[in-house]
């Protein structure tokens, strides 16, 4: 059974940055597709980013060039840099590994940007 456990989220003003992580627990991690996903309150669940065994990462057109995925396979951990933070950037952010439709996903952790 896999586990995620988000930490990092918080309150921070516009401008701001925070950086989340998502350790996994199980031995599939280095070799599974990871993703950050958030949802608003009364809005779907939308994809952030996503970092494929490899390295190779997509972006959501509204935070590329402000947000940053990565993942350390030796920590089995991903993480989400996030940078100049805008109000509309505030959701609950969770991870996902293995993919939407088959895959396991963490409790969530939030993030709110306001002044």
């Known amino acids: 059974q896999v586990q995620l456990v988000e930490s990092g989220g918080g309150l921070v003003p516009p401008g701001g940055s925070l950086r989340l992580s998502c350790a996994a627990s199980g031995r599939i991690f280095r070799l599974a597709n990871m993703g950050w996903y958030r949802q608003a309150p009364g809005n779907q669940r939308d994809l952030v980013a996503v970092i494929t065994p490899g390295g190779s990462t997509n972006y959501a057109d509204s935070v590329k060039g402000r947000f940053t995925i990565s993942r350390d396979n030796a920590k089995n951990t991903v993480y989400l840099q996030m940078n100049s933070l805008k109000p509309e950037d505030t959701a609950v952010y969770s991870c996902?590994?293995?993919?939407?439709?088959?895959?396991?996903w963490g409790q969530g952790t939030q993030v709110t940007v306001s002044s």
């Open positions: 996902n590994e293995g993919g939407v439709v088959a895959g396991y």
